[in-house]
């Protein structure tokens, strides 16, 4: 009988091999193999052990910085395999929303509706929840880049000694946030960004691993979908690695409450939000696509550049943070997890619930950033405030991409 961990592996494996061979890399041959990281969530009903697949992505990318301000909401800024998958939980989620609203006689097996008794200032005041009987999982087919992975990378050099600190860019608690994810092994416990290489072009994308730290505090939820899902329900319950991207205690010091999480350990905060750490598990399962999968009559190992996103209501493949065969700044290529059209989709529930707190707060702007400054998001910009003082200190913000959105 199979273990947990390796049930949710194939349901996210499954998932993904039914996909069509134009959201995949391009098959093996005697002169190379390409693999790219797959992430994907899974819901569990308690008394069901049932899984279902809610999203999955695979990717290995992100936007230079110097694109940030181009991106107009409309190009994804971090199209890594975990954050590919997260965002289309999101955008899950939200389709889920609008189908509620849309009826009062909707089920979703996912999503209810909040009663009046549960909602207040503490507790939050969103109108929907996730199931209370519901356990989220998520599975990757690579170590999470950053923090968690440090040690695999050191073993994968030919010379496992630590790296120099670079001058440039010195890995002290006074300046942490600046190195890269190849930079300075002996660096340990800190945030880094992406990429890891260092001739790729500069990104202040924080790393996997700092990203899954977070959400241990902010849930799976973005912003975005915070004003709707209420937090309390949507954090992971296991994060599940291959037995051999598994390394407990590099695990342990980025995500646990006895590593660089610590300081927030046991803390919890108004509107429903509390550091709710996962547990990691091993699977005996790999990606038919990972880089061990590599066949020995394949000369060479390289990268895949599509990005594919699945959730039931989506399939895409991405190219760049944009939908394959579009042009950069084509308004057709945006993907619908990219930010503009989730706060498109956002703005329909709320205009369909016909919510008056809401509508009035985000009707004064119609600037994504002004509306992030508003007293609708003070709960989780409190609660990333006070992890990224304490637990992930350097986290530097991605900013530069503000952009409108009108209901559409």
Not at 162 to 178: D, V
Not at 264 to 291: D, M
Not at 381 to 394: F, I, M, N, R, Y
Request: hydrophobic share 35%; net charge positive; glycine share 4%.
């Amino acid at each position: 009988m199979e273990s947990e961990a390796d049930c949710i592996a194939t349901t996210v494996l499954d998932t993904y091999n039914s996909l069509p061979a134009k959201y995949k890399p391009v098959k093996a041959t005697d002169d190379f193999f390409q693999w790219v990281p797959l992430s994907g969530i899974v819901a569990i009903r308690k008394n069901d052990q049932k899984p279902k697949c809610l999203s999955l992505g695979t990717g290995m990318k992100c936007l230079p910085i110097n694109q940030v301000a181009e991106a107009n909401g409309s190009i994804l800024h971090d199209w890594h395999a975990e954050i590919v998958a997260i965002r289309a939980f999101n955008h899950f989620l939200l389709h889920e929303c609008l189908e509620l609203a849309a009826s009062p006689t909707t089920i979703s097996h996912i999503v209810r509706r909040r009663a009046v008794h549960e909602l207040s200032e503490a507790e939050g005041l969103q109108p929907f929840s996730i199931h209370d009987d519901i356990q989220l999982h998520m599975y990757s087919s690579e170590a999470p880049c950053g923090d968690a992975s440090m040690e695999l990378l050191m073993e994968a050099q030919v010379d496992a000694t630590p790296w120099p600190i670079n001058q440039l860019h010195p890995a002290t608690k006074k300046s942490p946030g600046l190195l890269r994810g190849r930079e300075s092994f002996s660096e340990l416990g800190i945030v880094r960004r992406k990429p890891a290489r260092a001739d790729s072009p500069q990104t202040l994308s924080k790393s996997c691993s700092d990203k899954l730290a977070l959400k241990q505090c902010t849930s799976l939820l973005s912003s975005r979908t915070s004003l709707l899902v209420n937090p309390a329900n949507a954090y992971l319950e296991t994060l599940i690695l291959p037995r051999s991207q598994c390394v407990e205690h590099a695990c342990e010091r980025c995500f646990g409450s006895k590593g660089r999480m610590n300081p927030v350990a046991n803390h919890q905060w108004y509107g429903g939000y509390a550091f709710r750490p996962f547990k990691i598990r091993a699977t005996n399962h790999e990606f038919a696509f990972s880089r061990r999968s590599k066949p020995e009559s394949s000369r060479e190992l390289r990268t895949s550049n599509i990005a594919a996103v699945c959730n039931p209501q989506v399939q895409e493949a991405l190219i760049l943070g944009r939908l394959q065969g579009r042009q950069k700044f084509d308004p057709k290529g945006a993907s619908a997890i990219c930010s503009k059209r989730m706060w498109r989709m956002t703005l329909q529930v709320l205009a369909t619930l016909g919510t008056p707190r809401l509508l009035q707060s985000i009707s004064e702007s119609s600037h994504v950033q002004e509306w992030k400054k508003s007293a609708l998001f003070a709960d989780r910009q409190w609660v990333k405030a006070d992890v990224t003082a304490e637990a992930l200190s350097g986290w530097i913000r991605n900013d530069g991409d503000d952009f409108e959105v009108e209901p559409g």
